[in-house]
């Protein structure tokens, strides 16, 4: 055996250093001690769960639950480092079937934290509450016999000024833990979920019999409403949940769930089937949005890949890959069944065509009538006058100076500019437009706002209606007051001055998105901008809408006083355009 000695360079670390070295791993932030709870609790069968934190979890995070409880020796127990009562030999980490595992969780929080600790079975007399500092039990004594665990954690990282200075503001934290209870709901749909904060529940998740209903609770409507269910299955796999319909996807990842064996997870293997299976169907800038389940085989999924379970390895990609890549498509396809290599042309021809006809069908007005017009209307509305034969000669339009043609599908405007002609997406260009002008008058700090007349009640989920409420000041000084109308009820009061009609409801649905993105996004000017793009899109003329020749004449106008820029703010096309070289070459009358 090696001795070691004072002149060795190698060296046991103490017991106290090892268990901070192993909290490192596992306990990253308070979100990191609500997610490993409440996987024991999960574990443990319970059927109702609540959660309860202060100033971000660092005073204070209590998790309860109602289910099996411990007895005292197993209470002790469970805080000796890799104590577990999930795993029996080596062979079991190949077939994991429950949500923790590893029996880290509890010694590695208590390694940085204060822990109390009351718990009770149902066969017991009375129940066990013990106190944990710095992983040793410090007291241990009776406690009311209430079936089922309650864990108390405070002062967490109190003696780890290094660990602590990485973490975010209180709010943020808060978000983050609300992220992992968010999950955790939408993989036990039949749990139910509370969580508070500072006193305010923040999250009220009753149990429900479904997974819809659950993600319904979760996500705002829309997300079900334009939302394609799936349901795959294979030999040891099955798949289901929810896509968002392609014509409906947006520069938005939100949200963009996956769960393996109910546990939230990332896999680029499936991250990469799901891309596959919309192809080129999915609109340019956009990206799919989805909340999947994946059942698989314990035997054919790692778990234990990465320390904090975030991620799994599969024991056969491809065929994971192929399953989930098959399901999306077929469902975007609108046809049943999971279907063999030899389908995939001809599933390929299906999105096509369903892709055509659902953009026909999404490009009518947002707001006002939607009657289409008879055959008779619509040919006049299209038909280009035709001058007769002028007796002078024809002069070319001065430069700069537009000349309106026309208006195709109620989506494209035609006119000639100077002596070019050009086709403009009347949506995109808007948006172009007024995006320049809510950008520079925030710049020149002389953005208006313009009160709405009757504004209606917003109902939102409770982690939404605290993200506006953290960011209402910022909002104001965009032009947006958005006033709280009960707990999770607010009113759209003021739109910058300048934008057309605004649907209140699905703004303040993009805007939440875009919310979302700004803890990811320190610098000002890029927040700003995110919501200003989402302004002009809601304010622009909507695709559908019919347009007089004069309307045709000033939007184009204004879109090249802006400097005629070809995308809008969210990297959409403006326009195509042809210039007299090119149609001089087109009809011959120059050499190509």
Same mark, same amino acid.
Do not use: N
């Given at each position: 055996m090696l001795k070691t000695d004072g002149g060795t360079k190698i060296r046991l670390l103490p017991e106290d250093v090892i268990g901070r070295i192993a909290a490192g791993e596992v306990v990253e932030r308070p979100a990191a001690v609500v997610k490993e709870l409440l996987e024991n609790s999960i574990d443990a069968g319970s059927r109702s769960i609540s959660i309860e934190v202060k100033d971000g979890g660092l005073s204070l995070i209590r998790v309860t639950d109602d289910g099996e409880g411990m007895s005292r020796p197993d209470a002790i127990c469970a805080f000796q480092r890799h104590a577990t009562s999930k795993l029996r030999s080596d062979a079991d980490l190949w077939s994991i079937r429950t949500m923790g595992f590893r029996g880290e969780a509890l010694p590695s929080i208590a390694a940085v934290a204060h822990v109390r600790l009351l718990t009770a079975t149902g066969s017991d007399e009375v129940g066990t509450k013990l106190e944990v500092v710095g992983g040793l039990v410090g007291s241990m004594t009776d406690a009311p016999p209430v079936v089922g665990t309650r864990i108390e954690v405070t002062g967490l990282f109190e003696h780890q000024p290094a660990r602590k200075k990485f973490l975010k503001s209180a709010p943020t934290e808060c978000t983050h833990m609300i992220r992992v209870v968010q999950q955790a709901a939408l993989a036990w749909p039949a749990i139910h979920f509370r969580f508070t904060q500072h006193t305010q529940e923040l999250l009220n998740y009753p149990a429900v019999r479904s997974e819809r209903e659950r993600i319904g609770q979760v996500y705002p409507r829309a997300f079900l409403d334009h939302g394609l269910p799936l349901d795959g299955e294979q030999p040891g796999v099955r798949l289901t949940g929810y896509i968002i319909d392609a014509v409906h996807a947006k520069p938005s990842r939100i949200p963009q769930e996956l769960f393996v064996n109910r546990r939230p997870v990332r896999s680029l293997t499936v991250s990469h089937a799901v891309g596959e299976g919309y192809g080129s169907f999915l609109p340019r800038g956009c990206h799919p949005r989805f909340v999947l389940f994946l059942d698989v085989d314990p035997e054919r999924v790692d778990v234990n890949v990465h320390p904090t379970k975030r991620e799994v390895r599969f024991s056969d990609n491809e065929y994971i890959h192929e399953l989930v890549r098959r399901a999306v498509r077929q469902r975007l396809s609108g046809r049943a069944g999971v279907q063999g290599p030899e389908d995939t042309e001809a599933a390929d021809r299906a999105i096509s065509q369903s892709a055509g006809s659902r953009t026909s069908a999404s490009s009518l007005p947002m707001s006002g009538p939607t009657e289409?017009?008879?055959?008779?209307?619509?040919?006049?509305?299209?038909?280009?006058?035709?001058?007769?034969?002028?007796?002078?000669s024809y002069v070319r339009v001065p430069a700069g100076e537009v000349v309106a043609l026309g208006q195709i599908n109620r989506t494209f405007l035609v006119a000639q500019a100077g002596g070019d002609l050009v086709v403009v997406d009347q949506h995109t260009a808007h948006e172009r437009v007024l995006f320049e002008r809510l950008h520079r008058a925030w710049t020149t700090?002389?953005?208006?706002?313009?009160?709405?007349?009757?504004?209606?009640?917003?109902?939102?989920?409770?982690?939404?209606?605290?993200?506006?409420?953290?960011?209402?000041?910022?909002?104001?000084?965009?032009?947006?007051?958005?006033?709280?109308?009960?707990?999770?009820?607010? %009113?759209?009061?003021?739109?910058?001055? *300048?934008? *057309?009609?605004?649907?209140?409801?699905?703004? %303040?649905?993009?805007?939440?998105?875009?919310?979302?993105?700004?803890?990811?996004?320190?610098?000002?000017?890029?927040?700003?901008?995110?919501?200003?793009?989402? %302004?002009?899109?809601?304010?622009?003329?909507?695709? *559908?809408?019919?347009?007089?020749?004069?309307?045709?004449?000033?939007?184009?106008?204004?879109?090249?006083?802006?400097?005629?820029?070809?995308?809008?703010?969210?990297?959409?096309?403006?326009?195509?355009?042809?210039?007299?070289?090119? %149609?001089?070459?087109?009809?011959?009358?120059?050499?190509?």
């Open positions: 289409m017009p008879s055959i008779s209307e619509a040919r006049d509305e299209v038909q280009l006058a035709f001058a007769s034969e002028a007796a002078e700090h002389s953005l208006q706002a313009q009160p709405l007349l009757l504004p209606d009640p917003l109902e939102l989920s409770p982690d939404h209606a605290e993200l506006i409420r953290r960011y209402q000041d910022d909002l104001e000084k965009l032009g947006l007051e958005i006033e709280p109308f009960g707990a999770t009820t607010v %009113l759209l009061r003021s739109t910058p001055t *300048g934008l *057309g009609q605004v649907d209140p409801r699905m703004f %303040l649905e993009d805007l939440l998105e875009d919310l979302h993105q700004w803890e990811r996004v320190p610098a000002l000017e890029a927040r700003i901008r995110s919501v200003l793009a989402s %302004l002009a899109c809601h304010g622009a003329v909507r695709s *559908g809408r019919s347009m007089k020749l004069e309307e045709i004449k000033v939007l184009v106008e204004e879109w090249r006083s802006e400097g005629e820029i070809t995308t809008c703010p969210h990297g959409r096309r403006t326009c195509f355009r042809l210039s007299t070289d090119d %149609l001089e070459k087109m009809f011959g009358r120059v050499g190509w």
